[in-house]
């Protein structure tokens, strides 16, 4: 397992921006650019769903729902990964969780308002 902390949610108005954030903590720093790692969402009412994803070489995919809108990065040398979220709709709504090899981040909530 490698143990992850999530961060960087909020409150914002639909069209604006927001960058989350995870840290692999307990991660050694030469083992961390070789995992994959992803960020999820979580909607009241629904089941958790991929966001994006970025694997260790540092390809990235993203759900439809968020294409062109969100981008999955990565820093080794930080044991870190984010997700910038652009255009920011309603629908985005949701807590937003970093998945790294068998762990989850503790979640971050992300409102946004119309």
């Known amino acids: 397992q490698v143990p992850v902390m999530d961060s960087g949610g909020g409150l914002v108005q639909a069209g604006g921006s927001l960058r989350l954030s995870c840290v692999a903590y307990?991660?050694?720093?030469?083992?961390?650019?070789?995992?994959?790692m992803a960020w999820y969402r979580q909607a009241p009412g629904n089941e958790r769903e991929l966001v994006a994803e970025?694997?260790?070489?540092?390809?990235?995919t993203y759900a439809d729902s968020v294409k062109g809108r969100f981008t999955i990065s990565r820093n080794n040398g930080k044991k870190m990964i984010y997700l910038q979220m652009n255009d920011l709709k309603p629908e985005d709504t949701a807590v937003y969780y970093c998945?790294?090899?068998?762990?989850w981040g503790q979640g971050t909530q992300v409102t946004v308002s119309s």
């Open positions: 970025i694997s260790a070489g540092g390809r990235t």
């Open positions: 998945r790294s090899p068998g762990s």
């Open positions: 307990r991660s050694i720093l030469s083992s961390f650019s070789g995992y994959d």
